[in-house]
C-alpha cells in the first residue's frame, strides 16, 4: 500500500501529495468554520420574536436580549448598539454600521482559502492528468505495444490525479456554499437586528 503511494506521488511529480495537503487544509477550514457557527451564531428563527418585544427606549430589555445570545457574533452587534443608546439616528446608524462590518471579518475568515483549493483542485489533477499521460505516451514511443501494462499503469496514475483533484472541489463546492449561506443569513439577521434597535435605542 504505501509503496503504490509513493509510486503514485513519484509519477505524479509531487502533484498527489500537494493535493492531500491541499484536501487537508481545506478540511480543517471546513471543520473550524462549521464549529464557529454552531457555537458562535445563533439561529435566527428567534431573533425577531425578541426584538419586536424590546420596549422603545427601554436598555434593560436590550441588556437581558444580550445576555440571552451570550458569546454569539448577534451579542456582540447588542452590545455596540447598547453602548450608543440615545445618540442621533444618523450617528447610530454610522456606528452599528461599522459594527456589522467588524463582525463580517469575523464571518467570512479563511473562506477564500477554500474558495482556492477548489479552485486549484482540478487543475493540478488536469496537470498531473497530463504528465500521467505524457509518461505513457513516452513509454509507448519507446517499447511500442510490447508492455501494456507500462502503459496502462501510467494512464492509471493519470486518472487517480484526475479523481482527486474533482473529489477536493467537490466537497469543497458543497460545504462553500452551505458557509455563504450562513454568512447571509447572519448578515440578514444583524440589519434586521439594526433596524429594530435603531428606532429603540437612538434618539
Same mark, same amino acid.
Request: hydrophobic residues 50%; charged residues 20%; proline residues 2%.
Given at each position: 500500500?504505501?509503496?503504490?503511494? /509513493? ?14 495537503? %491541499? ?12 464549529? &464557529? &457557527? ?13 426584538? #419586536? @418585544? ?5 436598555? $434593560? $430589555?436590550? #441588556?437581558?436580549?444580550?445576555? @440571552? ?5 448577534? !451579542? ?27 463582525? =463580517? ?25 497530463? /504528465?500521467?499521460? /505524457?509518461?505513457? &505516451? ?8 510490447? $508492455?501494456? =501494462? ?6 492509471? @496514475? ?9 473529489? %477536493? ?7 462553500? !456554499? ?6 447571509? =443569513? ?5 440589519? =434586521? /437586528? ?10
Amino acid at each position: 500500500m504505501l509503496r503504490n503511494i /509513493i509510486d503514485s506521488s513519484v509519477q505524479s511529480c509531487g502533484l498527489l501529495p500537494l493535493m492531500a495537503l %491541499i484536501f487537508l487544509a481545506a478540511l480543517a477550514i471546513i471543520i473550524e468554520r462549521m464549529i &464557529f &457557527f454552531s457555537t458562535s451564531v445563533r439561529s435566527g428563527s428567534n431573533i425577531e420574536y425578541d426584538l #419586536k @418585544h424590546v420596549g422603545r427606549a427601554r436598555g $434593560d $430589555d436590550v #441588556k437581558k436580549l444580550v445576555h @440571552h445570545y451570550e458569546g454569539s457574533v448577534q !451579542n456582540e452587534l447588542m452590545k455596540a448598539a447598547l453602548e450608543l443608546q440615545g445618540r442621533p439616528v444618523e450617528d447610530f446608524e454610522r456606528e452599528v454600521e461599522e459594527s456589522i462590518m467588524f463582525q =463580517m471579518r469575523k464571518l467570512d475568515r479563511n473562506l477564500w482559502v477554500l474558495d482556492t483549493a477548489i479552485t486549484l483542485g482540478p487543475l493540478l489533477g488536469l496537470l498531473g492528468t497530463i /504528465i500521467g499521460m /505524457i509518461g505513457s &505516451f513516452n513509454i509507448l514511443g519507446s517499447s511500442g505495444t510490447g $508492455d501494456p =501494462m507500462a502503459v496502462s499503469g501510467g494512464i492509471a @496514475h493519470a486518472l487517480i490525479a484526475t479523481a482527486c483533484g474533482l473529489t %477536493i472541489a467537490l466537497v469543497g463546492v458543497v460545504a462553500l !456554499n452551505y458557509l455563504n449561506k450562513r454568512v447571509r =443569513m447572519v448578515l440578514l439577521q444583524m440589519d =434586521m /437586528i439594526k433596524s429594530m434597535l435603531v428606532t429603540r435605542l437612538a434618539a
